[in-house]
């Protein structure tokens, strides 16, 4: 599976941006298919994820209320909705992709076989 992530830009802080990640070469549906996020110098972080059909989604605690994972499946794609941007949300988000995951929430970084190229959020105060 080859995933594509895009929608990244410079925004203010409280400002909102819509990222997307087309996939490709896989059948999409089954698939999770998590978001996360590395700022500089910093490890890699959960942010979101969303099961095979959309039916359920999980968020890293830093992000609950503010952001929102969906996907089209027709389409191949999964969206993150970033919205009440902070400063601290500055990063590179990666889209990827599981079959399964191995725990509840769907956090643990190491299920995902596939990883996208990640596009750049940055959140000026």
């Known amino acids: 599976v080859q995933l594509q992530a895009s929608g990244g830009g410079l925004v203010q802080a409280g400002g909102s941006l819509r990222l997307s990640c087309a996939a490709s070469?896989?059948?999409?549906?089954?698939?999770?298919m998590g978001w996360f996020r590395q700022a500089p110098g910093e490890e890699r972080e959960f942010v979101a994820a969303?099961?095979?059909?959309?039916?359920?989604?999980y968020y890293g605690d830093s992000v609950k209320g503010r952001f929102t994972t969906s996907r089209d499946n027709a389409k191949n794609t999964v969206y993150l909705q970033v919205n009440a941007l902070k400063p601290e949300d500055t990063a590179v988000y990666y889209c990827?992709?599981?079959?399964?995951?191995?725990?509840?929430?769907?956090?643990?970084?190491?299920?995902?076989?596939?990883w996208g190229q990640g596009t750049l959020v940055t959140v000026s105060s």
């Open positions: 070469g896989g059948i999409f549906s089954n698939y999770v």
């Open positions: 969303i099961t095979w059909g959309g039916m359920t989604t």
């Open positions: 990827a992709a599981t079959s399964a995951c191995s725990g509840y929430g769907c956090y643990v970084l190491t299920d995902y076989a596939y």
